[in-house]
């Protein structure tokens, strides 16, 4: 079965850009959705389709996929920011999701 | 403005069973795929399943295959999931999304607790 493996933690520091991995084989061949999770609350899509941006969203949120790599970048950290981070993908006819990423802003 | 509500959990012994619902408004729901989604305690999301706007196609993940079943009654727009021989492994924060992949939107979720 298809899987994707992101890091466990990220750690960045104010006002500076982030990166959360997500590896999967051949991923650039799949669409990627990213979603932003806080303690105690449903996620939010961040990113869908690999780089486009809901309504709402700031444009300091962006994502790139090719490879065997999907990135989703967080410019300039807010301390809002701090949340878990997970990337998924449809493998029809199954959906499959990333472990998830702790993001910290130091 | 979409909404999705969802209701249903609780505390349920093992082996039992439970039925999650989902009500929606303010899109059209017949024209939906639908999805549950759930999490663990302080675990990462999971994938439980999928139904197509119309109800034929259902879709499961394998630790659920066999116990639950996912329905919809597209006359009332709600969604539901039928939870069967009920594990502790199935504890968890049931959520309801509109869509096949990539949601926009999601219920608030419902906590089941499977347990003696």
């Known amino acids: 079965s298809y899987e994707l493996t992101q890091p466990v933690s990220v750690s960045v520091a104010l006002g500076q850009t982030a990166r959360i991995t997500c590896e999967g084989n051949?991923?650039?061949?799949?669409?990627v959705h990213w979603y932003q999770q806080r303690p105690g609350q449903a996620p939010v899509l961040v990113i869908y389709?690999?780089?486009s941006r809901p309504s709402g969203i700031p444009d300091r949120f962006s994502g790139s996929n090719s490879g065997n790599t999907a990135t989703l970048t967080i410019s300039r950290a807010q301390a809002g920011d701090e949340a878990d981070y997970y990337c998924?993908?449809?493998?029809?006819?199954?959906?499959?999701f990333g472990g998830g990423t702790k993001l910290t802003v130091l | 403005e979409v909404r999705l509500v969802d209701s249903g959990g609780g505390l349920v012994q093992p082996g039992g069973s439970l039925i999650l619902s989902c009500e929606t408004a303010?899109?059209?729901?017949?024209?939906?795929?639908m999805t549950w989604v759930r999490q663990a305690p302080g675990k990462g999301l999971e994938w439980v399943s999928t139904?197509?706007?119309?109800?034929?196609?259902?879709y499961y993940a394998e630790s659920v295959k066999a116990r639950f079943t996912i329905s919809r009654d597209n006359s009332r727009n709600i969604l539901y999931l039928q939870m069967h021989s009920l594990r502790a492994e199935d504890t968890a924060t049931y959520y309801c999304?509109?869509?096949?992949?990539?949601?926009?939107?999601w219920g608030q979720g419902t906590l089941v607790i499977v347990s003696s």
């Open positions: 139904i197509s706007a119309t109800g034929i196609s259902t």
């Open positions: 303010g899109f059209t729901f017949n024209n939906s795929a």
């Open positions: 998924q993908v449809l493998d029809v006819p199954t959906v499959i």
């Open positions: 389709r690999d780089a």
């Open positions: 999304a509109k869509d096949r992949s990539g949601w926009p939107y």
């Open positions: 051949n991923i650039g061949s799949k669409s």
